[in-house]
Structure formats: C-alpha cells, structure tokens
C-alpha cells in the first residue's frame, strides 16, 4: 500500500468521523437547529455513528482516525494494517491524515450550520462544537481522565485485533458511545488528539462572529492525555493479547 493511499484513507476517514461527530455537536447546542437542546446521549450516539462511518471510509489504512490508536499499535509492535509495518515514517503519515481530516470535518461542520454559527450564542458554545472542554477545570486530573477513556478505546481495539469478524467497524461505535456515557461527564472525552487539536486550529481560523478565545490553555489535555492512555493500552495489549 503506498504511502499516498495511507493518507487519503486516514484524511477521509477522519473528515467523516468530525464532520458527523462535530455536527451532532452542533445540532444539539447551537441556536434554532432542529435538535436544539436534545442532549447528551444524543451526542453520543451521533459521534459513536461518526466513528461507523469513518472506520468504513478509512478501510484502505486500517481506519486509525486517532494518533492514540496509531502509537498505541506502534507500542504494542502490531503492524498499522496488513503490510504496513509501525515505523516512525509509517506513523507520521498517519499523523498528516488524521490531522487533515479533522481540520477539514470542522470546516464542512461550520459551513454546514453557517447561519447558526452567525446567530448569537455563548462563546463557549461555539467553540464547544470544535472542542472539547472540562466540567471542572482541572488539568491534571482532566489528563488522567483522558488517559483513561483513551486506555480503553486503544485496549480494546488491540484485542479486537485477533477476532475474524465482520463486525469491526460497529463494535469500534459502541466502543465509543460506551465511553461516551461512562467516562465522557468530566472533559467531554476527546480520547483523540486529532479530535480536538485540528478542530481547534479551524476554530481559531475561522471568521466566526464573536467566537471568543480557543482556550489553548487547555488544548495540550486532550493531545497528550489520549497519547498517553493509547501508549499504556499498547504495551498492556502486547503483553496481553496473543
């Protein structure tokens, strides 16, 4: 597989997962959209469907969607998909896609619900659509928690891994919604540093009218926090799984 198809594989893969996830952001928070204030569970199903759709999308390169799941692999010494070894190389190729795709799935979310951008609303909320943020700030226990969710996403995608079944991409979305409703209340569980880092860069970019700060004094938890939880569930996986 050439290093081309890796990235086109990883940048459409991950612009579906944020441009479906990012959206059901948007339409439950933003002003006037049909799903105005439908919730939290809502939310998570709809990035748990995102993760289903991406992972089909990405099937060339093995739908990573997420640098924790790429380092988590490279840790764990399992190759990235059949052929493709885990090199540093290998693994900034992965990087490039999923952090194209992510900022490409902000950009179509916000062109996709542009007049609700326009509207009126708490800064916060706008930038809630892009990123991800605290209930309670706290940085370092934010981290752990990060770490956590993203320990278990990577984990229990390595053990996937020796199962012969088509059922892949859906176990993948319930993993996620599971998260979502479990471990997700305390930061909004990126559990993906390209999740939160490439649509923060779009929120910055973008002419959103009185979109407020990007909080970048957070933004380094749910980069390092998932890098973390993926490196641990990597060496835990190979030491686990045959």
């Given at each position: 597989?050439?290093?081309?198809?890796?990235?086109?594989?990883?940048?459409?893969?991950?612009?579906?997962?944020?441009?479906?996830?990012?959206?059901?952001?948007?339409?439950?928070?933003?002003?006037?959209?049909?799903?105005?204030?439908?919730?939290?569970?809502?939310?998570?199903?709809?990035?748990?469907?995102?993760?289903?759709?991406?992972?089909?999308?990405?099937?060339?390169?093995?739908?990573?969607?997420?640098?924790?799941?790429?380092?988590?692999?490279?840790?764990?010494?399992?190759?990235f998909?059949?052929?493709?070894?885990?090199?540093?190389?290998?693994?900034?190729?992965?990087?490039?896609?999923?952090?194209?795709?992510?900022?490409?799935?902000?950009?179509?979310?916000?062109?996709?619900?542009?007049?609700?951008?326009?509207?009126?609303?708490?800064?916060?909320?706008?930038?809630?659509?892009?990123?991800?943020?605290?209930?309670?700030?706290?940085?370092?226990?934010?981290?752990?928690?990060?770490?956590?969710?993203?320990?278990?996403?990577?984990?229990?995608?390595?053990?996937?891994?020796?199962?012969s079944?088509?059922?892949?991409?859906?176990?993948?979305a319930?993993?996620?919604?599971?998260?979502?409703?479990?471990?997700?209340?305390?930061?909004?569980y990126?559990?993906?540093?390209?999740?939160?880092?490439?649509?923060?860069?779009?929120?910055?970019?973008?002419?959103?009218?009185?979109?407020?700060?990007s909080?970048?004094?957070?933004?380094?938890?749910?980069?390092?926090?998932?890098?973390?939880?993926?490196?641990?569930?990597?060496?835990?996986?190979?030491?686990?799984?045959?």
């Amino acid at each position: 597989m050439s290093m081309g198809t890796i990235f086109l594989s990883e940048t459409l893969g991950t612009m579906m997962l944020l441009l479906l996830g990012a959206g059901v952001v948007a339409n439950v928070i933003l002003p006037k959209t049909k799903g105005n204030n439908s919730g939290w569970i809502v939310i998570t199903w709809g990035w748990g469907l995102g993760v289903f759709a991406g992972v089909y999308t990405a099937y060339k390169s093995g739908a990573h969607l997420n640098f924790a799941v790429t380092v988590g692999l490279w840790a764990a010494n399992k190759d990235f998909a059949p052929g493709v070894s885990p090199t540093f190389g290998n693994a900034m190729v992965y990087l490039g896609g999923e952090m194209a795709g992510a900022f490409l799935g902000a950009v179509l979310t916000w062109l996709a619900y542009k007049k609700h951008f326009d509207e009126d609303a708490d800064e916060g909320i706008k930038l809630a659509v892009f990123s991800t943020g605290p209930g309670i700030r706290s940085y370092g226990w934010n981290f752990v928690t990060e770490a956590i969710g993203t320990f278990v996403l990577v984990f229990v995608i390595i053990a996937f891994g020796p199962t012969s079944t088509g059922l892949g991409p859906l176990a993948v979305a319930l993993l996620v919604v599971g998260i979502g409703l479990s471990l997700g209340g305390p930061t909004g569980y990126a559990i993906n540093p390209n999740r939160d880092l490439g649509p923060r860069i779009a929120h910055a970019i973008l002419p959103i009218p009185n979109k407020g700060s990007s909080d970048w004094a957070y933004s380094w938890v749910p980069v390092f926090g998932p890098i973390v939880g993926g490196i641990i569930a990597g060496l835990v996986g190979a030491w686990y799984v045959v």
